[in-house]
């Protein structure tokens, strides 16, 4: 993950958050149940490291929900891979849709 950040470059504001500090993040808020939403959810990250982290701890996978976005479309598609080779139900929506699919309700 960190060589396709630096291959795409940190144009436009997005920057790849490094796995220590995603980690750290993870260790901090405990998620051991309930949602976890990541409203810049890049490559999907935490959501790897909070399933980690649940497994890690003895807790049970599937007893959180989660639910993120991200505004670039290939970064997009990435944690949406990212997160399916890893067997990781999830809700993850590209941001442009999301705004499409809120204005017309």
Partial sequence: MGQFA???G???GQFY???SIVRLLVEMLEPY???VFDPCCGSGGMF??????????GGRIGSIAIY????NQTT???SKMNLAIRGIDANIQWVIAFMLTRSKT
């Avoid at 790897?48 to 701890?57: D, K, L, N, R, T």
């Avoid at 993120?68 to 505004?71: D, F, L, N, V």
């Fill in 6 to 8: 630096d291959a795409e």
């Fill in 10 to 12: 940190k144009k436009g």
């Fill in 17 to 19: 958050t490094p796995r």
């Fill in 33 to 35: 149940e309930g949602r």
């Fill in 48 to 57: 790897v490291q909070s399933e980690e982290f649940i497994e890690a701890h």
């Fill in 68 to 71: 993120g976005q991200e505004s």
């Fill in 76 to 78: 997009w598609r990435l």
